[in-house]
């Protein structure tokens, strides 16, 4: 784990492929961020990365948020998750599904992307499977420009807690 | 509605009126933040006040959780939120619950502050009605770190949105 004497010591490439991940298949994300390097704390590294999705076009943080796969969706059934998502749903319980709850999820997912035209997204780190379902059905009262919200919203914290994974506190 | 060249030129003590309440009885945030003065666009203000609540100590952020008011709760019946709260919850619908809402509300909210010794807290302007009941439900399958981290997340959203209020996006 680097320091981040040596994060701000890294090569735009090696910035990238160190940060690229902390938001879902958008590396983008960190390549722009880089530009406000060296950072003097941790938290103006995560603050940079935070910027960048504030920043972002309309059309740039639906991107975003469509580089999420779907909770228990067809990409952990075929094991093409993204180590940090696959880390992620094993630890809200989400691998071990029954096949009832399973069906449940499938089938609130599929209502939702019907709904609004983007995968449900939240921090499975922050939330329990009960709580994951129980929220997932709550927001389908939203609207549309919430969820997109609550959607950007949500991965902030994702990303707050990949990039605590990443960088030693220490310098 | 002052431009951001007008934020820059505020006191100390303006900037503390202008901005303190952006997070809920908390004017040290608004203090804290001034350091980081002057800003360069409206974005870089929303972050530094974020990155107070995020430098901030784990008391600190208790705190700020803490002087939040329960949703539909006794605040609201006394008449006694403060402004941007009464505009938030009365555009959730939470002005107009019937009495078996408010009372499940107020079963929901009991239940929950017994359960990790906090108000739940989440952001109204981004959730419709039947969407804060039933997150509010979900979210006491949550342990209390995953909440206490749910809570400063939303409140991150309050603030995100009182600060676009205040702040003409023109320079």
Redesign the interface.
């Known amino acids: 784990m680097p320091t981040l004497d040596e994060v701000n010591g890294l090569t735009p490439r090696e910035f990238s492929a160190t940060f690229g991940a902390v938001y879902e298949h958008s590396p983008w994300i960190a390549e722009r961020a880089f530009e406000r390097a060296p950072f003097a704390t941790p938290?103006d590294l995560?603050?940079a990365l935070?910027?960048v999705v504030?920043?972002a076009s309309e059309g740039e943080r639906l991107a975003l948020v469509q580089a999420h796969p779907e909770l228990a969706g067809k990409e952990a059934g075929a094991g093409a998750l993204t180590e940090a998502s696959a880390r992620e749903q094993s630890a809200a319980g989400l691998g071990t599904l029954t096949p009832d709850q399973k069906a449940e999820l499938r089938e609130l997912n599929r209502r939702y992307r019907e709904a609004f035209g983007f995968p449900f997204v939240i921090?499975a780190?922050?939330?329990?499977?009960?709580?994951?379902?129980?929220?997932l059905?709550?927001?389908?009262?939203?609207?549309r420009e919430?969820e997109l919200?609550?959607a950007i919203?949500?991965i902030?914290?994702i990303a707050r807690l990949r990039i605590a994974d990443l960088v030693d506190r220490a310098r």
Chains 1, 2 share one sequence.
């Open positions: 938290l995560q603050l935070y910027g504030q920043a921090c780190r922050l939330n329990r499977r009960d709580a994951i379902l129980g929220t059905r709550a927001r389908l009262a939203n609207t919430q919200a609550n919203a949500q902030g914290e």
